[in-house]
Every structure is written in C-alpha cells, then in structure tokens.
T-cell receptor, first 116, second 113 residues
Framework: DAMVIQNPRYQVTQFGKPVTLSCSQTLNHNVMYWYQQKSSQAPKLLFHYYDKDFNNEADTPDNFQSRRPNTSFCFLDIRSPGLGDAAMYLC???????????????FGPGTRLTVT | SQQGEEDPQALSIQEGENATMNCSYKTSINNLQWYRQNSGRGLVHLILIRSNEREKHSGRLRVTLDTSKKSSSLLITASRAADTASYFCATEGGGTSYGKLTFGQGTILTVHP
C-alpha cells in the first residue's frame, strides 16, 4: 500500500552520463515535488508540478529537468551528472497548492544517487 | 536564503525522557510543519500548525508556534528508542510560495534504551 514510490532506490551513474529517476503516486494528488538532499543537509526543492504546470526554482541548475506525463508519474532527468550531484533525491506529493491549503506533503523513500 | 534554523543540531537522551527541538524562521508563513526522517529514508509528516494557531497536540507530540518571535518548538514526551531519527521543521510561505516548503537543517535525535 505504498503511496509514493521511487525507483530505483539506489542508482550509480558515471560522471557525465545522463540518468533518470522515477516517481509514481497512488494518491491522485495534483502536486508533485522533487527535492535534493545532500548528506546531513536539509532537503532543497528543485521544482514542482501543479498538474501539468511546471515550476522551476530559481537556483535549480539547468542540468536538472523534469517530466510529468500524467498525474501518477514524474521523472527527474539529470543530463550530465557531476560529482556534486551525488545526493538523495526525494519525490513528494500534496493535494493542492493554489491557495493556503495547508496540506502536508507525502514523501517517497528516496533514490540515493552515486556519481563515479 | 534559508528559512529555518533548528536547535539543537543533535540531541541525545534516555528512553522515557522528553525531547524538545526548536525552530526559527525569517519571513511570514502560512503554516509550519514538522517531519521525521529515519536514516537514509524519506520524510514522514508529523504535524502541521497554521499561522493562526499557537499550540497543537498529536499523541506524544506537542508543537507550539510563536509568530511574533518567528519560532516553533516540537516536544516529544516519554521518548522511545524508536523515536531515534532526524527531525525537520519546514515552513510554507504565502503568495507564490503556497505549497512550497523550506526546510530547516534538522535536529538529530538519539534515544538510548
């Protein structure tokens, strides 16, 4: 009965080799988020989708892109991973975002990315 | 700019004791949320307190919010070894920040059996 699923849980990629992380949800939530969390640091929002509306954070590097083909799935693409991109990548969902809805976010277990 | 600062960075207590973690933030908020993260895992939502609320309880958790001081505290009563985890506060702002959370650095709680 997992609600936010991330695959794979662990991903190893080579420096500069494109990699895609996936997230799916069974909650039918409008909003999906991608966070980057480096070791012993706070999760940092990269971008989010409100339905099909993509919202990029101002300081998210161009190297990071995202796709949301339907309500259930969202992908994080790293075009040319660098050593500094090694981190835990967390996907989250929430019910709404268009007004002060005060909804919590539901997180997946994360994908730990290693760059060699 | 970072919104939340948490204090202490690490807390070590014995089972049965209470644990208090504090969070401060810089700008106005719509709500403040607390999350828990077990080592190497995703975050789990614990409790949400709105900007017009001062205190909220959920089981062994008690959260307070002081918007005049821009601070919040999380109290875990009668702690258990299973409470060992990292605890993060996260703030949701207003306007274009609706639905976007800014996390603090977290407090690492260790509860010894």
């Amino acid at each position: 009965d997992a609600m936010v699923i991330q695959n794979p849980r662990y991903q190893v990629t080579q420096f500069g080799k494109p990699v895609t992380l996936s997230c799916s949800q069974t909650l039918n939530h409008n909003v999906m988020y991608w966070y980057q969390q480096k070791s012993s640091q706070a999760p940092k929002l990269l971008f989010h989708y409100y339905d099909k509306d993509f919202n990029n954070e101002a300081d998210t590097p161009d190297n990071f892109q995202s796709r949301r083909p339907n309500t259930s799935f969202c992908f994080l693409d790293i075009r040319s991973p660098g050593l500094g991109d090694a981190a835990m990548y967390l996907c989250a969902t929430s019910r709404d975002r268009s007004r002060p809805s005060s909804y919590e976010q539901y997180f997946g277990p994360g994908t730990r990315l290693t760059v060699t | 700019s970072q919104q939340g600062e948490e204090d202490p960075q690490a807390l070590s207590i014995q089972e049965g004791e209470n644990a208090t973690m504090n969070c401060s933030y810089k700008t106005s908020i719509n709500n403040l949320q607390w999350y828990r993260q077990n080592s190497g895992r995703g975050l789990v939502h614990l409790i949400l307190i709105r900007s017009n609320e001062r205190e909220k309880h959920s089981g062994r958790l008690r959260v307070t919010l002081d918007t005049s001081k821009k601070s919040s505290s999380l109290l875990i009563t009668a702690s258990r070894a299973a409470d060992t985890a990292s605890y993060f506060c996260a703030t949701e702002g207003g306007g274009t920040s609706y639905g976007k959370l800014t996390f603090g650095q977290g407090t690492i709680l260790t509860v010894h059996p």
